[in-house]
């Protein structure tokens, strides 16, 4: 796959869809705002890659911690500050009524900014002080590290062995899958990391978020063309989208695939499933699940 960050081939493609359609979903419309300014401030990044031997990455592997701890991050916080506030403004828009921010999350500080990142990056729930505010505040975050978080992981992943992660979260940072594809060569699964969008290969026939094995538990719904696939687990009951890349035609943008198939994520949940991206970050809160860290984080 190309690199995951094209900003604005993705801008494009979503121009060219409204151009066809005449119009644009609204939340097309919001990832499209989302877009540019990630892209704008994706040309003013300049991250610092933390000191990573291939002997020290290659343990990691093996041990099955993600490279990146929150304190290896090197993140420019005025540029953090200023994407979450544009972030707020573009999602106010979208609540109703509209322009309604919560307050706590107009008067963000440095100090609750930069304790609000570490706790979205370890799983831990937000400090009380933003409470009411946390899916708002979460989405903003997330909005405001992507840029940064994609970066570290366009330069880590091809540094990772993947014959030996071939785990269900993340081996850049950590993150659940909410998305995957079965490569064009070998029909081999690949799983996007929600988080920074890392690509690791995975096993056919597990389910990423409890493991199962168990093929009776494990079953797909596909379209007609046989070109998305919804991955089900009928033990933790978490479902992962896919896209079939044997069928696929024409350029295809992972990271956009998510949003062209909402629908797949609406028919999911009316069969009574969770998102694996969900169901792993909330294991991961309620402690049932810790992802091995490096010691002196
Ligand atoms: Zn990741
Ligand atoms: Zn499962």
């Not at 107009?106 to 831990?124: C, F, G, Q, S, V």
């Not at 719904?221 to 933790?236: A, I, W």
């Amino acid at each position: 796959m190309g690199e995951s960050r094209g900003y604005h081939e993705i801008i494009e493609a979503l121009d060219k869809l409204e151009a066809k359609d005449s119009s644009l979903p609204a939340p097309l419309q919001l990832y499209r705002k989302i877009l540019s300014i990630q892209a704008e401030a994706d040309k003013r990044i300049n991250v610092r890659q933390p000191e990573l031997s291939q002997g020290l990455i290659d343990e990691s592997v093996r041990q099955g911690r993600p490279l990146l701890r929150f304190g290896d991050l090197d993140l420019d916080w005025g540029l953090v500050g200023e994407l979450v506030d544009k972030a707020t403004s573009i999602f106010s828009s979208y609540t109703t009524p509209p322009g309604e921010l919560p307050g706590n999350l107009k008067h963000l500080t440095p100090a609750m900014l930069e304790e609000a990142a570490r706790a979205w990056y370890e799983d831990r729930e937000l400090s009380s002080s933003l409470a009411g505010a946390e899916d708002m505040a979460e989405l903003a975050i997330f909005t405001a590290l992507k840029p940064f978080l994609s970066r570290y992981a366009e330069s880590l992943i091809n540094l990772v062995k993947q014959e030996y992660w071939r785990r269900g979260y993340c081996p850049v940072c950590g993150g659940s899958p909410d998305f995957s594809y079965l490569d064009k060569e070998r029909g081999a699964r690949w799983l996007l990391c929600s988080r920074c969008d890392a690509q690791w290969l995975f096993q056919r026939l597990e389910c990423p978020n409890c493991g199962n094995q168990d093929q009776a538990e494990l079953s797909y719904f596909t379209d007609d063309k046989g070109l998305y696939r919804l991955n089900v687990c009928e033990k933790c009951r978490c479902y992962l989208k896919a896209i079939d890349l044997r069928v696929a035609e024409g350029e295809v943008f992972l990271p956009l695939e998510r949003f062209l198939t909402m629908d797949l994520d609406r028919q999911a949940i009316e069969k009574g499933y969770t998102t694996c991206s969900q169901a792993g970050k909330l294991k991961r809160m309620q402690g049932h699940e810790e992802v091995p860290r490096r010691a002196g984080g």
